[in-house]
């Protein structure tokens, strides 16, 4: 078996460069390799993102802070899940989703696998909550 070596990453947050997400919120890209990527993600206070899917990668979500509500479906299968510090949420490819922080707004870090390649990977979706203004 041959053993691929890449180089070592390490990055401080504050490195990190503002970006805005296909949903609306402010998201930081972290590290990535080719396999999977890492950001954190941040929702102010009463935030409701715009509902997407992703139609060729898988999330998970680690909640790091605050709290709120996320909404999934996959064809006639939907839920309204709460989030709060120390959730973890799958979104499986093809699930529409829409999130709703809370008053304390919401942190998320996530791994995106495949690797994020960009605002190409989000699909607009029809979500339960009407979204905040731009």
């Known amino acids: ?3 691929r070596h890449q180089p070592f990453q390490t ?6 460069v503002l970006e805005i997400a296909p949903d609306g919120s402010s998201v930081l890209p972290l590290l990535r390799f080719p396999e999977g990527s890492m950001a954190r993600f ?13 139609p060729g990668l898988d999330e998970l979500w680690y909640v790091v802070d605050g709290s709120g509500e996320m ?7 939907s839920s ?15 699930t ?6 809370g008053p304390a707004g919401l942190t998320v870090i996530a791994v995106t696998l495949p690797a994020w390649s ?6 607009g979706a029809t979500g339960p909550w009407v979204t905040n203004p731009d």
């Open 1 to 3: 078996m041959t053993v």
């Open 11 to 16: 990055l401080q947050i504050a490195e990190a």
């Open 42 to 54: 941040e929702f102010a206070s009463g935030q409701v993102s715009h509902a997407v899917l992703h």
């Open 71 to 77: 909404w999934r479906r996959q064809e006639t299968r």
């Open 80 to 94: 309204i899940e709460p989030l709060m510090s120390g959730s973890c949420a799958s979104i499986p490819r093809e």
């Open 96 to 101: 529409a989703f829409q999130c709703r922080a």
């Open 118 to 123: 960009g605002a190409a990977d989000a699909i």
